[in-house]
């Protein structure tokens, strides 16, 4: 894929492990993508509730507020329409995820590329999303 294939795209990363966390971010800046991250479900909220994201990649496990919880109110209480990828190191709760519109769960350990290729691809001719910086 070419580096400027998410060139103007807005992608939040929300995982709890800052190492992932951080390997994420740099691979879709590598991208050409603008990054924003959250720690957990509840500083993921905050952003989408400020700022409207073309993709979201997110673990499920988490304190404070889980990845389910999170898609759960952004799907209910937000106007997001970003594309939602899941990683996890658990696959128990595909049902529901699907309802939440998940395009891809990506169980733990994953290919960080290929799960770059995926966002590259799920977002395709979309437009980017024009929204202000966080």
Do not use: W
């Not at 979201?56 to 106007?79: C, H, W, Y």
């Amino acid at each position: 894929m070419s580096t400027g294939a998410l060139n103007g795209r807005h992608i939040l990363v929300v995982d709890d492990e800052a190492l992932l966390r951080e390997i994420l971010v740099d691979e879709f800046e590598g991208y050409g993508a603008r990054v924003s991250a959250a720690a957990d479900g509840a500083e993921a909220l905050e952003l989408c509730r400020r700022t409207d994201f073309d993709a979201i990649v997110s673990d499920i496990r988490m304190p404070k507020m889980d990845g389910l919880a999170f898609l759960r109110q952004l799907r209910n209480e937000t106007t997001c329409g970003a594309k939602v990828f899941v990683c996890s190191g658990f696959n128990d709760a595909e049902e529901e995820l699907s309802r939440l519109d998940v395009v891809d769960v990506f169980p733990k350990p994953f290919d960080i590329v290929a799960l770059a290729n995926r966002v590259i691809d799920a977002l395709g001719e979309a437009k980017p999303r024009n929204d202000p910086v966080d």
